[in-house]
């Protein structure tokens, strides 16, 4: 999966947290595809036939001409790849995690876990899902599932995963150990469905500025969204930062449903049109919940699929500004072809255009992705410094896409009215291989969690920060663990590390809203909407 900013890999690599209900490999899906499904069509199963079906579909259903002659007796994914980057088979276990996902309901307990010391421990409780209802708690120790032994063993991520998954109705039977408590206790926890909302955080981030941020298009994302807005005008809320970055996408209908939620009657959204598919109008009610306050919406080079659908109209009808890097250019609609075994395919039936006739599709040539590539391993790397901002110009000059005249209507994405340089300062490569180590999680909850509670945290969290005497303790906790310290690249990250380690506590006792509120404190693409929402 591509990462391309900081707080992606912080998330993806310190936490290694898995949500029992199986929604982390819906998400990983998810935002490696940007997929966006219009409807599902259910087609009878037979293996011999299934090449043939697919070339069928193809003929009949791709958004350009292909000579599917030239494809037969080829292998399905080889078949696809002469096609674009987002037409993609799913076997049956891809197919169900991507709709379980994008749905937002889950069958299991409802729990995240970390392994810590060999040790599985939670890190979050749905709340009123199964596991809370059953009594498992923030910081349990989770020693047994069912007859297996999970902690202390060192086992596998295969041999973890799924083990809390299952039909809604059953029970699994838990050995627990509460925090300071002296003897473990079993419990049983009745699986049951797993709701989770679609936005990450929604909250206050001033008196009349509210902040809400979505990572996915999910089926009730319009709604939640409607929903987090109501609460936030209650509190005062006159103007919005809309955090779309690392979104990857999800179901075409939401990312329309969310726009409608920002503009008046009949103002035109996006267009859909292909070789198979007439051009298809999408236009608002006029019933949304925010039509009329300042927007800000923040964007940057994962920002895919549906999540510039709603960018893009945002920009053409002039609604608000955007504010960030370059989005990533996926103009694609793709329809899901269901088969009889629980295989899906994914197929790219049109393309969507902006209100002002815009196709957003970067180019799929391999020359680009190539150098994209590199783009994308130099930054990962900590390579990237001074010369990051001169790199990604040269990159966009190569493409054509810097265009100051949307009429031009540039393909490459959405580029903001705001740019914002992508900030590197102190991520190296020692920074880095100590988020892939995990090893600022593990101070977190090894350290942190038992000098810093819970009530302290929330009643401080805009002011309290990880102090020296903590960041000494840190490098303790680092020789501890026989890790070679590069003392230059340490100090140089200093600042970093002491943001992330106050994200991941803030995470631990707060959640998601908790991250962000302390994520967002140093982040230069929220300071600039603030700035230009004044």
Do not use: W
Not at 243 to 249: A, M, P, Q, V
Not at 370 to 396: C, N, P, V, W
Not at 444 to 471: C, G, H, K, M, P
């Amino acid at each position: 999966m591509k990462k391309n900013t900081r707080n992606n890999i912080l998330i993806a690599s310190s936490y290694s947290i898995i949500l029992i209900a199986g929604m982390f490999l819906g998400i990983k899906f998810i935002k490696d595809q940007g997929f966006g499904v219009k409807k599902s069509t259910q087609l009878a199963e037979n293996s011999d036939e299934k090449l043939n079906e697919i070339l069928h579909i193809i003929n009949g259903n791709y958004v350009d001409d292909i000579n599917t002659d030239s494809l037969q007796n080829l292998p399905i994914d080889s078949v696809l790849h002469q096609l674009d980057p987002h037409s993609v088979y799913l076997p049956p276990t891809d197919a169900q995690d991507m709709t379980d996902n994008l749905e937002g309901n889950f069958e299991g307990v409802g729990i995240e876990y970390y392994m810590l010391n060999d040790t599985m421990m939670v890190t979050g409780v749905v709340k009123d899902g199964p596991a809370y209802q059953a009594g498992i708690k923030l910081g349990d120790k989770i020693l047994s599932i069912d007859t297996a032994i999970v902690s202390g063993r060192n086992l596998p991520k295969d041999q973890l995963t799924g083990r809390f998954k299952g039909k809604s109705g059953t029970g699994v039977s838990v050995v627990l150990l509460h925090p300071g408590a002296s003897q473990s206790n079993r419990i049983m926890v009745t699986r049951g469905k797993v709701n989770i909302s679609s936005i990450d955080a929604a909250y206050m981030i001033n008196n009349e500025t509210g902040y809400v941020r979505i990572s996915k298009f999910g089926a009730n994302t319009d709604n939640d969204f409607a929903a987090a807005a109501n609460n936030l005008k209650a509190k005062g809320m006159k103007k919005l930062i809309l955090d779309l970055r690392d979104n990857g996408g999800g179901y075409f209908t939401a990312a329309t449903g969310l726009a409608d939620q920002f503009l008046g009657e009949n103002k035109l959204i996006v267009y859909t049109q292909g070789k198979h598919e007439p051009r298809t109008d999408y236009f608002s009610t006029g019933t949304g919940s925010f039509q009329n306050g300042k927007l800000a919406v923040l964007i940057n080079e994962n920002t895919a699929s549906a999540s510039e659908i709603v960018a893009g109209a945002i920009q053409d009808l002039g609604r608000g500004i955007i504010v960030g890097r370059r989005s990533f250019g996926k103009g694609l609609v793709q329809e899901q072809f269901a088969f009889g075994d629980g295989s899906a395919l994914n197929l790219t039936i049109a393309r969507y255009y902006t209100p002002s006739g815009r196709s957003i599709q970067k180019s799929y040539k391999k020359g680009y992705d190539a150098y994209k590539h590199e783009l994308d391993e130099r930054m990962m790397d900590g390579e990237l410094t001074g010369d990051r901002t001169s790199f990604q110009d040269s990159i966009e000059k190569t493409e054509g896409v810097i265009q100051h005249n949307r009429k031009a209507k540039p393909v490459g994405g959405i580029q903001p009215d705001v740019f914002v340089k992508l900030d590197t300062t102190g991520y190296n490569k020692f920074y880095t291989g100590l988020v892939n180590k995990k090893v600022l999680s593990d101070y977190v909850f090894n350290v942190l969690t038992n000098r810093y509670s819970a009530s302290f945290v929330e009643q401080n969290i805009n002011i309290f920060t990880i102090n020296d005497n903590d960041f000494k303790d840190f490098i303790g906790f680092l020789q501890r663990k026989n890790i070679t310290i590069d003392r230059f690249q340490l100090y140089n990250s200093k600042n970093v590390i002491l943001n992330d380690l106050k994200a991941l506590l803030c995470r631990y006792y707060l959640g998601d809203v908790g991250y962000y509120k302390a994520v967002n404190q140093n982040d230069n693409a929220v300071r600039q909407a603030l700035l230009n929402l004044q």
